[in-house]
């Protein structure tokens, strides 16, 4: 950092500044640049500094609030401060060692008060203001602290990845149950829609078969003399009824069906048929 060229002169590098010695006690700081001394007044070069960003890495294993034991890896950006670099060259003889020293003092005093969630949140705040102050009195200038890692003991990050996924599970467990929810409730509306679409399609069927056949018997009353509503309405019942055995026989998938058959049955059918439509009429009015 310092190059002699002749007895009574030398050069100071760029980026680092000399401590000048007279009689083996300081005198002087020597700025880069070229410089005379005279060691026949007993002016020496004692040695040089370099005001250059250094990095420091530093391995801490201490534990948090909750009892979880956890190892730091710090990297430590430090320099010299060029006004007080006499500090720094009498005061440490191994900064690196000091400097280390103290991120071990101060992070263990402070970790163990955060609880591992604060810790990763505010990791590049956990010693920075406290080892400035420190480092301040012996001429260095903490830059930054970087927290390079966080390694937690190996059960606990098993432990903190299960409740993760445990959480995870959960939340996709509400997630599912609510679709289901939903599917059901849309599931059963559209079943009541298509019911009440059925019944009305039923109704108006119904109400077509009766309009159907009072339109019938009134025809059929006045184009055949001498009948009346009552026999009419017997003849469309039989007339049905043997219409609706054929279909039973053409399209059913049963192979037998047995069914009361006679002309009393088919009277007491019509009788039935009668009746219903006018509990149905009587009901309306």
């Known amino acids: 950092m310092v190059n002699a060229f002749f007895l009574f002169c030398g050069c100071v590098d760029q980026a680092s500044v000399a401590v000048v010695e007279k009689w083996g006690r300081f005198l002087r700081l020597a700025d880069p640049g070229l410089h005379f001394f ?26 948090t609030k909750d009892n979880v034991f956890v190892q730091l890896i710090c ?5 010299v401060v ?10 440490l003889q191994n900064p690196q060692q000091q400097i280390q020293a103290y991120v071990f003092d101060v992070v263990r005093a402070i970790v163990p008060r955060m609880n591992l969630d604060d810790l990763f949140e505010q990791k590049n705040d956990v010693a920075k203001e406290e080892l400035e102050k420190v480092m301040a009195d012996y001429g260095y200038s903490i830059e930054h602290i970087l927290m390079v890692d966080i390694i937690p ?14 959480q995870r599970l959960q939340l996709a467990s509400v997630y599912k ?32 078969i009766t309009d159907g ?37 053409d399209g059913s998938k049963n192979t037998t069906i047995f069914i009361p058959h006679g002309p009393g049955h088919v009277k007491d059918i019509s009788e039935q ?13």
């Open 75 to 79: 990297t430590i950006q430090y320099r």
């Open 177 to 208: 149950g609510e679709a289901e929810k939903i599917l059901m409730v849309k599931k059963a509306e559209a079943e009541a829609e298509a019911k009440y679409l059925s019944g009305v399609g039923i109704a108006k069927q119904r109400q077509a």
């Open 213 to 249: 056949l009072r339109e019938n018997i009134l025809n059929f009353s006045h184009s055949v003399l001498g009948t009346s509503a009552k026999e009419v309405m017997d003849l469309i019942m039989v007339t049905q009824y043997f219409d609706t055995i054929k279909e039973l026989g």
């Open 153 to 166: 003991d190996a059960a606990v990050r098993k432990a903190m990845n299960d409740i993760n996924a445990a």
């Open 38 to 63: 005279n060691p026949f007044a007993g002016e020496c070069v004692a040695g040089a500094l370099t005001t250059r960003v250094q990095s420091l890495n530093v391995r801490v294993e201490t534990k």
């Open 82 to 91: 060029k006004e007080n670099a006499d500090d720094a060259f009498y005061e």
């Open 273 to 285: 048929i009668r009746d219903g439509m006018m509990q149905a009429s009587s009901s309306n009015v």
